[in-house]
């Protein structure tokens, strides 16, 4: 039995959208294809594979077509890139033009990826692409090239096995229609792109403030943020992090937060957005908190239920972090 060849479709949009609108979108793109993920911020990706033969479409007329919809309907600008998995369309996407979408066909994957730079890959950090470097490594295709028990020796068994599948163009992953957890996403676009280490803490900052917020609103608590860097190459790099208990509190959120910002080391990039993921949902009355003997601990909260009722009387800019006052 010979199996079926998928068409995976990564579209970017050109301005990332609130998250109602965001919900939107999904929609439209579900008039195309039942199977469609969502990518916060600001993608969108799509199994066109069953469509095809619906629309009786090419899958480069189909991707066009639903980036007509998106600038008919929403007026919103949008890159896309058309591969035989997600890795490879997300990163088809990142060099095609506005309006336009980069096809990279399975036959043709390999020779595509050869000549690309390793950090083209999605994943690869700069203490990876520093390491490569050092031994001269920098295209794809010297990665394929090199022996696996090379690898090993320069970046550990692990690390090694996953930067070969990917330099080989493989990814095993389906579009999930549905995400398998409740979630809540916070992001900010940059009015400019922004290399200023202290203007990157204070944005995610107020991310991480804003979940906060929102969870308690919701009365909700987190288990895992995810960090997403949007560069001004409209490349991104996502981070993850489990938080030692679940929790709604916006200093252990911001913690976390901050700490997912500086591991990324983004020293001199040129940042455009960054996004906020917190999922791993629970009510927070069924959820359990760590006693703490720390009366500071207490008061904080105190504090931050204060503020949380300020705001709901006087608006959401009564009362914030002073780290984010003007």
Not at 119 to 142: E, K, M, N, S
């Amino acid at each position: 039995m010979t199996t079926r060849q998928r068409h995976i479709a990564h579209i970017h949009l050109h301005a990332a959208p609130e998250e109602t609108r965001y919900d939107d979108i999904i929609e439209l793109m579900s008039g195309v294809t039942p199977h469609v993920q969502a990518v916060p911020p600001d993608a969108v990706q799509l199994d066109l594979t069953s469509a095809l033969r619906y629309f009786d479409l090419s899958p480069y007329e189909l991707i066009q077509t639903a980036q007509l919809r998106l600038k008919l309907l929403y007026g919103i600008d949008s890159s896309a890139g058309l591969a035989g998995n997600r890795m490879l369309a997300a990163m088809a996407a990142d060099t095609a033009a506005p309006g336009h979408a980069t096809w990279v066909p399975a036959d043709r994957a390999a020779d595509w990826l050869y000549t690309r730079p390793v950090t083209a890959l999605p994943g690869i950090g700069r203490a990876t692409a520093d390491t490569l470097g050092r031994y001269g490594l920098h295209t794809i295709g010297q990665i394929t090239d090199l022996p696996m028990a090379t690898l090993q020796r320069l970046l550990g068994a692990g690390s090694a096995r996953l930067l070969a599948e990917r330099a080989r163009g493989h990814d095993p992953r389906p579009v999930a229609p549905a995400e398998p957890a409740a979630h809540l996403t916070a992001d900010v676009v940059l009015d400019r792109d922004c290399l200023d280490p202290a203007q990157q803490h204070r944005a995610v900052l107020g991310l991480a403030d804003r979940i906060g917020q929102r969870l308690r609103g919701e009365k909700q608590v987190a288990g895992r943020l995810t960090l997403t860097v949007r560069y001004a190459d409209r490349s991104s790099t996502a981070r993850t992090r489990t938080l030692p208990e679940a929790t709604d509190h916006s200093p252990a959120l911001a913690a976390t937060a901050l700490g997912l910002l500086t591991a990324l080391g983004l020293q001199r990039a040129r940042v455009r957005a960054f996004a906020i993921r917190a999922d791993g949902l629970l009510p927070a009355g069924g959820a359990y908190r760590q006693l703490s003997l720390d009366p500071g601990d207490g008061r904080a909260r105190a504090a931050e239920a204060a503020a949380d009722r300020a705001r709901r009387r006087f608006g959401p800019q009564a009362v914030r972090p002073a780290a984010l006052a003007d």
